[in-house]
């Protein structure tokens, strides 16, 4: 059936807007979503029929809903403050620099991704920096992350009209507008002294912060637009956003710890992102990270949720080589250990086998002792090495040692029917649920996910958000279930070299 996006004129009320529904009503039209960000609705019409919307003098547009249609810059949702006059000088600029923002998007997503090595990240050195190493540090932040953005806005725009204008989904949209004006007029000038430096990193501070719950929100969404957007396409654009965001984060927070670890403003307690004052560390990056300890911390607070949630504490033990160490970003590592742990906890308990320990098997990979393997200097080649996976960072070295962790369970494995969809971004079974349930379940998780709270399980995002992040440094997670006994995961991690 022929459906339409009405859209009214902007200085359309609530009566009028009302009127026009109507109208659609009274020629056989029946209302689908109605849209908060812009004046405006779907209508459905049966097929064949005729209506005359387009002469209703507060209705400014009546187009075809193009589900499928590129999103088009013209259909970008605004906010809603865009459609008032400025109301003063600074709102006014804002507003400036955001139309800016939005005209520069096609030409900043037309240039190609700098396919970023975990080099990049320590070439400016190992902390305290001096001013000019952390000036150029800056520099090259800036000369990445405009891009980045646009990319990623472009994604957003080609998302099915509907999605888009839902009001959590053009929250992140807006969000993403709104660092990338913030960004742009930075452009086309040099970072050249301390002042701007200071400025340049609460600018990528506010940056981190504007999206830190965008997971939640688009989950939400996505919740939400389910009957006009597949389960595949979800997790295509999920796969896609979610694994770029991990390297434009990356990208800033660690510009932002060098910045609290360096001689100009050495302060590592100041910083948002975290950069303990430790030798090992170079900017948000360990080089001596010790898996071992990583597990403890995040079985502690695992355990601490299930206490809560099921009155029960289940216990690990970790075998193998429990000293290893490898450079890695612990954030990453204690993200996966969190999400695998909740899984393995989770079945455990709901399995009755509390008294079998989760045992988490640590294996280190012998290093390679053939000449020049896994030792990088400082003093890196600029050129990108081999580049994984698109937008993945390269390890410092390909041969550099793995570490790999087992975590074993007696849950009870995973059943047949839910195997094959373990690595979607989970919208069957998650809405499914839903239909059920009211709604209620899946909202309360995602609720409690933006307010920074944990639930043991629920968002159906652990799976695929870990393997992401695995995958960013070129390792892997694979998973050997044992229906009626346990399962098995296996978390491969790529070491990134040793740093000398
Ligand atoms: N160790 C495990 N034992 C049993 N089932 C598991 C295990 N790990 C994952 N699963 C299954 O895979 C599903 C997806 O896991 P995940 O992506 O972490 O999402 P969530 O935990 O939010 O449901 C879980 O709901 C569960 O059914
Ligand atoms: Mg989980």
Redesign the pocket.
Known sequence: MPSYIVTLKEDATDEQIAAAKKQAQEQGGKIGHEYGIIKGFQVIFPEGSVHSLDSNEHVKAVEADGEQQPYSSRHAPKEPSTSHPPRDAEHGRRHARRSEAEDQVPMLAKQPLHSLSLADLVKHGRPPLSAEALLSSARFTLSLLPIRLAHRIQALRNLPYIVVSNKNISKIYNNYQHSLSTLLPWQGRTISNLEDEIRFTEVLAELVQTHTDTIPILARGFLECRKYISATEVTRFLDEHLRARIGTRLVAEQHIALHFSSQPHFDPGASPTPCPEHPSYIGVIDTALRPASVVDSCGGFVADICELNYGVRPEWVIDGEADTTFAFVPMHLEYIVT??L???F??TVENHMNREPIVITIAAEPPDMRPHASHIGLSLPTETRGAFGGDAIAPLDDNAPGVTIR?R?R?????PE?LP??WGY?FT?FSEADEVLGGDDALS?ISNASNGNS????????????RAYAEYFGGGIG?Q?LHGW??D?YLKLKGVGKIE
């Open positions: 999400e695998l909740k899984n393995a989770r079945a975590i369970d849950g009870g494995g995973i059943s839910v969809h373990i989970s079974t998780v639930s043991i399980a629920g968002l159906g995002y652990g799976l695929p958000l870990s998973v279930s346990g399962t995961v």
